[in-house]
């Protein structure tokens, strides 16, 4: 249970919550820390002035302030809430946990003072109080009730409870005469706290005793501490219990609200029905979150276990690469350290890469797992209203945090393979050009991710279009560095205008203009492509070059010479284009890799 300890924090003091409140946004605020943040609003912009003035402004609308410092009602997904409104921004401070807080219009308590005294002892909330949210900076202006218009979140306080007792110190038996151990059971028919010797000597697992359930001390300690079922009582009618449910409010209503006709147009139903509702519709949206709290679990294991083949791969691999040096004459021995090198430096990438990956996904499984406990702690409790005040903002966030774990969260970003052949056959007066060479055959798709989002992908990211009339780039989702590359693009749908272009691309190219206009990208743009043609693209780093062909005639001896570094295959094409590509091909029969053509040419 410890990593929801973060979602029983104020985010103002930093503590647990100590009589939390529900502010209309659905976060939450202990009630001393609420009444510390209050500011006063000038008269002129408080809803009472706006009412006597005969503006026709009710305690359900928003002022019309300073739009460019608050979340509207459709950007933060919430309408206005009873008795408050929206106030202005005010200059703020830092809360423990690092959000916003506003500075107090009352002498602040002594920092060791968390609770509030006593209600008689409090000075009065100042006339036109605004209160902020520190977590989603909503601003309000608090009516008549000031801050007992907010409902108490008693199910947040159980939660609290109940933890804290569940870190406090260890039980002692009830029956030890001297120097009482530390109780190991309770029993919870005879209410007493049992060390194992007095367990044994006095509760026998036997006779009228041995059908007695014995439970942790713990959970002995937190079922004696159970209370009924508290009966919640109408903020607004102090007198009368909550038993209905608004749906259009989305908020607990007595039958006092009903007749005075708050409510009389709205959906009402009852309080328990709901309840049983909202607890389904949580515990279901659960399932979803654990499956994927489950998958990152196992997800973190393949990580891990791709570091240690990492490690033993590139150890092994090492030891080939120098036992093949030291087969070499002299000259190859300043090679075998650039060689070296190369391959420590695809090992550390390699480690990195996964090593990031895993403290990601270890940190967003925690965050999940504190909510998944959280909202666990919630559905045991037994107060219905408690519930539905907050049920409705936690079904949002486990919907919320199940979809951060999308298609692809859970893909590693590495293998643990080291794709390095040292071919050692050159002779000794090519020993100079020595390098690593990628034997296998590549298979990659078209990138959703690193496209622009005017381009729209189907069959398995192999096709794609635009539903753009401008250029827009798209990359493939491998980068080549070494080796002989080859791929074809066949061109579905075509008007002639304006050509697509096809080449290799940097990392960082320009996406909203055509391929090869700036100088992250090398690409064809014209000659003779029509609909059905295929456009194969060869890229040699052996040789440092790329080359064209259209319908397997080559375009020119070599289109572009001198490539160094990673390049992603890549095309650009607006709306009137759609291109298919064919991956996993083999090297075209005319060419030879690795010998230099002495008649080519930089286009």
């Known amino acids: 249970m410890d990593e929801m300890e973060e979602e029983l924090k104020c985010p103002v003091c930093g503590s647990f919550f100590r009589e939390p409140i529900i502010l209309p946004c659905s976060h939450n605020i202990c009630l001393a820390c609420a009444r510390n943040i209050l500011v006063q609003t000038p008269d002129a912009e408080s809803p009472q002035s706006s009412r006597a003035s005969g503006s026709g402004v009710s305690d359900y609308d928003y002022l019309d302030l300073d739009k460019m410092s608050l979340y509207s009602e459709a950007d933060s997904g919430y309408g206005s809430y009873g008795g408050f409104v929206s106030a202005p921004t005010t200059p703020c401070q830092k809360s423990p946990n690092g959000v916003r807080v506003f500075p107090p219009t009352v002498p602040q308590p002594p920092p060791q003072q968390h609770l509030l005294p006593q209600p008689g002892s409090l000075p009065p909330i100042p006339r036109n109080s605004c209160i902020t949210c520190p977590q989603c900076h909503r601003s309000l202006i608090l009516d008549d009730r000031g801050l007992r218009g907010f409902p108490k979140n008693r199910v947040l306080e159980g939660v609290v409870d109940r933890y804290q007792q569940s870190k406090a110190a260890a039980l002692k038996c009830q029956l030890c005469e001297k120097s009482p151990k530390e109780a190991t059971v309770m029993c919870e028919q005879c209410d007493v706290f049992y060390c194992d010797p007095c367990r044994l000597r006095c509760h026998p697992p036997r006779g009228p005793l041995a059908k007695h359930r014995l439970v942790p001390p713990a959970q002995g300690r937190i079922s004696r501490r159970a209370s009924p079922r508290k009966i919640s009582t109408c903020t607004e009618h102090e007198l009368e219990n909550l038993s209905m449910y608004c749906v259009q409010c989305k908020m607990p209503v007595c039958y006092q609200c009903l007749e005075e006709g708050k409510h009389g147009t709205h959906e009402v139903k009852a309080l328990g029905a709901m309840w049983k509702l909202h607890k389904g519709q949580l515990s279901q949206a659960l399932n979803g979150l654990s499956d994927r709290a489950t998958e990152a679990?196992?997800?973190?294991?393949?990580?891990?276990?791709?570091?240690?083949?990492?490690?033993?791969?590139?150890?092994?691999?090492?030891?080939?690469?120098?036992?093949?040096?030291?087969?070499?004459?002299?000259?190859?021995?300043?090679?075998?350290?650039?060689?070296?090198?190369?391959?420590?430096?695809?090992?550390?990438?390699?480690?990195?890469?996964?090593?990031?990956?895993?403290?990601?996904?270890?940190?967003?499984?925690?965050?999940?797992?504190?909510?998944?406990?959280?909202?666990?702690?919630?559905?045991?409790?037994?107060?219905?209203?408690?519930?539905?005040?907050?049920?409705?903002?936690?079904?949002?966030?486990?919907?919320?945090?199940?979809?951060?774990?999308?298609?692809?969260?859970?893909?590693?970003?590495?293998?643990?393979?080291?794709?390095?052949?040292?071919?050692?056959?050159?002779?000794?007066?090519?020993?100079?050009?020595?390098?690593?060479?990628?034997?296998?055959?590549?298979?990659?798709?078209f990138d959703p991710a690193s496209a622009h989002p005017d381009i729209m992908f189907s069959n398995d990211n192999l096709t794609v279009t635009c539903n753009s009339y401008d250029d827009r780039v798209v990359m493939g989702n491998t980068a080549f560095s070494r080796g002989v590359h080859y791929w074809e693009m066949t061109v579905d749908r075509y008007d002639n205008h304006p050509d697509p272009a096809f080449g290799i691309a940097r990392g960082d190219v320009l996406k909203d203009v055509m391929l090869g206009k700036d100088d992250k990208a090398w690409a064809m743009t014209d000659g003779g492509i029509s609909k059905g043609s295929t456009i194969g693209v060869l890229l040699d780093f052996s040789r440092r070059i790329l080359i064209f062909l259209i319908n397997d005639e080559q375009q020119g001896p070599v289109a572009f010479e001198g490539l160094e570094g990673a390049y992603y295959p890549a095309i650009s094409l607006n709306r009137n284009v759609q291109v298919t590509l064919h991956t996993g091909l083999p090297i075209p029969d005319f060419y030879t890799p690795g010998e230099a053509d002495p008649t080519g040419s930089v286009c």
């Open 297 to 445: 679990k196992e997800f973190l294991v393949q990580l891990r276990n791709m570091v240690q083949h990492i490690q033993e791969n590139g150890v092994e691999f090492e030891a080939c690469l120098v036992a093949q040096c030291d087969a070499l004459i002299d000259a190859l021995n300043r090679r075998k350290a650039q060689l070296l090198a190369q391959v420590n430096k695809e090992h550390e990438h390699k480690l990195k890469v996964v090593r990031d990956q895993i403290s990601h996904c270890t940190v967003k499984l925690r965050q999940t797992t504190g909510l998944m406990e959280y909202c666990l702690e919630v559905i045991k409790e037994n107060d219905p209203s408690g519930f539905l005040q907050i049920s409705d903002a936690l079904i949002r966030r486990v919907h919320m945090t199940e979809s951060q774990w999308g298609k692809g969260t859970l893909t590693p970003r590495m293998t643990s393979d080291f794709d390095l052949t040292l071919d050692s056959g050159p002779l000794l007066q090519t020993i100079h050009q020595l390098d690593f060479v990628q034997m296998k055959v590549a298979w990659f798709t």
